[in-house]
């Protein structure tokens, strides 16, 4: 079992990683930090919580050097995760932490892991993920075994061989903890190919787009963006067109305790306002999800009936029109 001790000495930025990974547990994740902030311990606490709360059987430290497997096993035994060797052809156990190189899979190796990967759902760290060239075919073919199997990719830069995140080996999730890391502009490239919010994000805040250009999917993206810009934990949706909880966006209000909202963003022609059936299927899905407040959020504005409906209930109900998007949108530029 995991120092729970540890916990209680992170810094702001481990937990909150900490928290965010539990609540989105994405298959492929990229957390970012500069080297010697402890990215290592976040990932081993993180992978020690997954195992704890039973979202993951067993954790796997990758590396490309001996001499950082022996480093991730040093630090792996530091925090009392049960450890475990890994030899060719042998078996994987549940509830055990192994520290390995990439030259450690190689043939038999490899096909024992992936044989065990059907049976075990792994979280496994992949080390300085700019240095691992081989690390795609891998991992594709362990989630081809099973898709449960959780990757987070670490490194101290944003890494910029692009080729390993094309069409076919995608990031769910990214975190970069280090402003001055994004500020870069040659980073601002390579991000802008990783995350395509972004992208978004920085055309906007550039005044290089207007809302009007955005894809229905690019809107809601736009969204979580302005609300992780505001301190919110923040889940998009795989959701569709029409209904539905696009954003799930949760806050820590200290002891008035956790403010969690449900989110549906109506990208319309300005001319389509948002009527008072909308208000009603968001004040049901917010009551359906238990959330504290519902909050439609709209390129356009609402109908008499929908604002009164909002203004009644604005205990439980929200709303951003036109007019407040853009308020938003300036605050963020001038933050910026």
């Known amino acids: ?131 691992s060239n081989s690390i795609e075919n891998l991992s594709n073919n362990i989630l081809k075994a099973n898709s449960s199997t959780k990757f987070l990719y670490i490194s101290g830069t944003v890494p910029k061989s692009l080729s390993l995140f094309d069409k076919n080996y995608t990031l769910d999730t990214e975190y970069i903890f280090e402003d001055a890391i994004i500020k870069l502009p040659e980073t601002k490239v390579i991000i802008a190919s990783l995350s395509p919010s972004f992208s978004i994000l920085d055309k906007l805040l550039q005044q290089k787009i207007k809302i009007d250009d955005l894809q229905w999917r690019e809107f809601e993206t736009l969204i ?47 001319k389509n306002k948002v009527d008072l059936s909308v208000i009603r299927e968001l004040a049901d899905t917010r009551n359906e999800f238990k959330a504290s407040k519902g909050i439609i959020v709209t390129t356009t504005y609402l109908t008499q009936g929908a604002l009164r409906r909002i203004q009644r209930d604005n205990h439980i109900l929200g709303k951003i029109d036109r007019d407040d998007l853009n308020t938003w949108i300036r605050k963020i530029l001038m933050d910026n």
């Open 1 to 131: 079992m995991t120092n729970n001790s540890y916990l209680n000495n992170l810094h702001v930025w481990q937990l909150e990683f900490i928290n965010r990974y539990m609540v989105d547990r994405k298959t492929r994740s990229l957390l970012v930090a500069k080297p010697g902030t402890g990215k290592t311990l976040t990932a081993l606490l993180t992978g020690a919580e997954m195992l704890r709360n039973h979202f993951s059987d067993a954790v796997i430290a990758l590396s490309d050097q001996l001499v950082i497997r022996e480093q991730w096993l040093l630090m792996i035994r530091s925090i009392n995760l049960d450890f475990a060797e890994a030899e060719p052809g042998g078996e994987y156990k549940k509830h055990k932490a192994y520290s390995l190189t990439l030259q450690d899979l190689k043939g038999e190796a490899e096909r024992s892991l992936i044989a065990a990967a059907k049976k075990i759902n792994f979280f496994i760290i992949v080390d300085e993920i700019h240095r």
């Open 224 to 270: 979580s963006q302005l609300l992780e810009k505001d301190g919110y934990m923040v889940e998009l949706t795989r959701g569709t067109k029409d209904g539905g909880v696009d954003i799930f966006a949760s806050k820590n209000l200290g002891i008035a305790g956790e403010f969690r909202t449900v989110w549906q963003a109506k990208k319309n022609a300005l």
